[in-house]
């Protein structure tokens, strides 16, 4: 709910007034004449958890592609915070606070976990690179890197080479080393993809304390991941948004439930 800045009916104090952390306008995509995101106009309000569900190709991480300036759009814009990122490269929108889950791709199996971490920290920190500044951090960052692999449920496994770890470990490895940025804003790209059912299960709680104190866009195709977690769902299809709600609004509609009949293998 939108609150007026001016104070409650009552006079009395109002929570702060909500702020939209990302929104697109006509946002659009073309792939040599194929239009993956198609007039998307998209509002992630600050501290939600935003779902985005679509049937396969359906244009999720596309559009994630160009809320994180890897792919440039087409035509329309993209705010964070109301700051207009449009065509900004990857990096200065990170700067801005909005950051992706790593690719499980991008992980070193030689390196332990405790490495990933340390190396995320050297990285980037808020106030942009820092690796001049590593050295003389290193005693205060011994205890943040074991805070998020606690985080995760990693630190047993602290020292072991990444290369011996279990599926669901390695996905619980890239989300900490997100959260190592601790962005405002956080992008996950189907964070339980590939896992059991007890690995969903941690991960939804996961999830929900990197949530605390922050914006999550969240594309999963599990169902209860998302209902468990979201407190808005976009849904897409074929690049545009097919409709919006709370998860029991958009479950329940009419045009989803068609969208998805061809999907039913996908839960
Ligand atoms: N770089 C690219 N060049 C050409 N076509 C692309 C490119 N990236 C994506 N597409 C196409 O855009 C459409 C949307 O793809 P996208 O990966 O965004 O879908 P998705 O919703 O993430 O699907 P999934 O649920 O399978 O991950 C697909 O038809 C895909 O083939
Ligand atoms: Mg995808």
Do not use: C
């Amino acid at each position: 709910m939108r609150r007026d800045p001016g104070g409650g009916p009552d006079g009395g104090p109002v929570t702060a007034v909500e702020r939209v952390a990302v929104r697109t306008r006509d946002l659009t995509k073309v792939f040599r004449g194929f239009r993956a995101v198609d007039s998307v106009n998209l509002e992630v309000r600050e501290g939600n958890v935003h779902a985005l569900v679509g049937p396969n190709g359906a244009g999720k991480t596309t559009l994630f592609n160009l809320l994180t300036g890897f792919v440039a759009p087409t035509s329309g814009t993209i705010e964070v915070f109301d700051e207009d990122v449009t065509g900004r490269p990857p990096e200065q929108i990170a700067r801005r606070g909005v950051a992706r889950s790593f690719q499980i791709t991008s992980l070193f199996d030689s390196l332990t976990s405790r490495e990933h971490v340390e190396l995320a920290l050297q990285g980037t920190g808020r106030q942009g690179f820092r690796f001049w500044r590593s050295e003389k951090l290193l005693g205060r960052d011994t205890a943040r890197v074991e805070e998020l692999l606690g985080q995760v449920g990693l630190m047993p496994l602290a020292d072991t080479p990444v290369g011996a770890l279990a599926y669901g470990q390695k996905r619980a490895l890239e989300l900490s080393l997100a959260l190592a940025l601790d962005p405002p804003v956080m992008l996950l790209d189907e964070p339980t993809a590939g896992m059991g059912t007890e690995d969903v299960d941690r991960t939804i709680e996961l999830v929900r304390r990197i949530a605390a104190g922050r914006t999550v866009v969240l594309v999963d195709h599990n169902m209860r991941v998302v209902g468990s977690l979201a407190d808005r769902v976009t849904v897409l299809q074929q690049g545009r948004i097919l409709a919006e709600g709370d998860y029991d609004e958009v479950r329940n509609d009419e045009r989803v439930i068609t969208a998805y009949l061809g999907e039913a293998h996908h839960a």
